[in-house]
């Protein structure tokens, strides 16, 4: 896809929030990343426990070294929980989707069916 087209990246600029939230399969995308269920609040409250459990065990005795390291800790295991979230999502990542949103746009805006 060639966007290279200054006219089209202000519309797009304009009017990209819009037309993605008429694209079904970008709204449903954006939708499984809310926490919805038991098991999202789950994969959430994992690196708080992570963060407190560390507090309390970690022997360490300059205390922001300490906090330093179980923030650390508790920031990875957020990052592990957010990578096993996006694994049960069966849609396509929302940039794939934005981007056949956006060619499809300017395929519009070239033959003149924008709004």
Sequence with gaps: MKTEDKGFE???????????????????????????????????????????????????SNELLRWLVCLIITVAVFAICVYVKSLSNPHRSISEIEEDVKRQSYEDYLTGKRE
């Design 10 to 60: 202000e519309w797009w600029s304009v009017n990209k929030q819009r037309l993605l939230n008429e694209n079904k399969e970008y709204r449903d995308a954006v939708s499984t990343y809310t926490m919805s269920s038991g098991a999202d609040w789950l994969l959430f409250g994992i690196p708080v426990a992570t963060g407190i459990i560390c507090i309390q065990s970690i022997t360490i």
